[in-house]
């Protein structure tokens, strides 16, 4: 009850009429931005950074809850209208909801999303004011030993069992990895991989590394290979739910909420696997109601999957959103990011000079509180906005990639300078664009690099203090309770991927059957998904 009326307080602060006016603004700038073809949440936000600069810490963090959440309705526009996920998250909403699009109830796809987002965002954003407080509590009492050994989990789980090549995962996070450690040593005071450059002798900055990978380096894939094809939108009208749409989304909605928290929640999480999980759930339901059902309408309604069933929408959609309420659970409680949207969060943090972990609940108190608040703020204005600005959206899909880019361009370059106000950041930008181009071309996951960056000098950190108690006792790693039963279930899971990778693959075999009466129609939009790097890669 405590926590829900520090939530209330939270409330009292967002409610002044500038700050909602800031929660709208990042609404629409989130949605304007995240709606664009290829763009997802990570992108947008990353993009959208340098706006909250001049703002008041409280301001900032409620136009960036406007933007979190406009970003995540924006990948489900794209998804639907497009066949285009801009995140790996969205490709099962994208596998039902562009093919009711095409069957004409693209609007229906649109309404099931954006209410199915509002219902898994606002129980998601309810259940992390009651258990990041608490999880912050045991937090404090966490050691450096077990500190080390949670980044050790989260990385490692990232970056293999998450991903689709352990290999290419691993490449990435050295890389990640080696970016985090240009600047001075924490301890000595030595420069690390500046090469004589002085702007090098301070750490990189992760919105210039964020854009960069993400931005820019989406930009210069699509330029080389989309150029010459124009993106088909299919049309839509204003979103809206009949009754049996409505009887058939709830429950969706209600079981993608439960998939997709505890997976966000966990610090090696992610929401790929709920969404999955959640769609395969709908379509096993819906089998077992045809086998059972006595009536012909019910026999036809459950055979929609694989030709644009609305179950398949609403609960990956909302699986998705409720993941990404999840994931501030260990952002906020122990500081560590899980996501590559988690991870632009957390630097929008420390641009403020807040270090999220087991002290920010008490050192921060009124700031989380109305960044929760916030949350459930932007979320109820995403749905009052967006769906009667969905027709709106639906027509910046036409811009033609030539000056869509070009724009996203600019942006990001004015972003980058508008970090330090200095011109070698820009070239900074440039050399991460090139990189982020090449990890697309032999196809190394975004996400372990990003997490590699963040967590790398924090993990050195924790490191050094662990050693330095020990006097140099490498030993000490695994001397506390908690550090050992981290390690063991590190070692049980990695010894179990195997399994779990042959389980995936039978279970996605049973997915796709059945569903290739539209594949010439969804082939377009799989092109298109895998030109679109961004987050996607990830998987």
Known sequence: MENLGLL????????????LLYAAVGVLLGTFVGVLPGIGPAMAIALLLPVTFGLEPTQAFIMFAGLYYGGMYGGSTTSILLNTPGESASVMTALEGNLMARAGRGAQALATAAIGSFVAGTIGTLLVAMFAPALADVAVEIGAPSYFALMVLALVMTTTV?????????????????????????????????????????????????????????????????????????????????????????KPWLRGTAYGFPFGALPAGGAE???????????????????????????????????????????????????????????????????????????????????????????????????????????????VLNLPLA????????????????????????????????????????????????????????????????????????????????????????????????????????ASRPLLSRWRARAEAQTVDGTDDDTDGRADGDGERAAAGTEGDQR
């Open 162 to 250: 998450l991903g689709a090549s352990p290999l290419r995962g691993f490449l990435s996070l050295f890389v990640g990895l080696t970016i985090g450690l240009v600047g001075l040593d924490l301890n000595t005071g030595q420069p690390r991989l500046t090469f004589g450059v002085t702007q090098l002798t301070d750490r990189l900055d992760i919105v210039v590394v964020a854009v960069g990978i993400f931005a820019l380096g989406e930009a210069l894939w699509v330029a080389a290979h989309l150029r010459r094809k124009p993106a088909r939108v299919v049309p839509v009208g204003q979103p809206w739910l009949g009754r049996d749409d409505w009887r058939r989304s709830w």
């Open 8 to 19: 209330a307080d939270g409330l009292a602060a967002a409610l002044t009429p500038v700050n």
């Open 391 to 494: 027709p709106l959206w639906a027509k910046l899909l036409r811009i033609p990639r030539p000056q869509l880019y070009a724009g996203i361009i600019f942006f990001a370059c004015l972003g980058a300078y508008a970090t330090n106000l200095d011109p070698f950041d820009i070239g900074l930008l440039l050399l991460f664009g090139l990189l982020g181009l090449a990890m697309r071309r032999f196809g190394l996951p975004v996400l372990p690099l990003i997490l590699g960056v963040i967590l790398g000098p924090l993990m050195e950190t924790k490191l050094r203090e662990a050693l330095t108690i020990s006097g140099g006792d490498p030993a000490i790693l695994w001397s506390e309770p908690l550090a050992i039963a981290i390690y063991a279930v590190l070692l049980l899971v990695l």
């Open 273 to 383: 696997l709920p969404t999955f999980l959640s769609y395969v759930t709908e379509r096993r339901l819906a089998r077992r109601t045809r086998r059972g059902a006595k009536g012909r309408e019910a026999a036809l309604r459950t055979d929609e999957f694989g030709k644009g069933a609305i179950e398949g929408v609403a609960g990956p959609e909302a699986a998705n959103n409720a993941s990404a309420a999840g994931m501030l659970v260990p952002m906020l409680a122990l500081g560590l990011p899980v996501t590559a949207t988690a991870s632009v969060m957390l630097s929008a943090l420390q641009g403020y000079g807040i270090q999220p972990g087991p002290q920010l609940m008490t050192d921060h108190a009124d700031m989380v509180w109305t960044l929760l608040a916030s949350l459930l703020v932007g979320n109820l204005l995403l749905l």
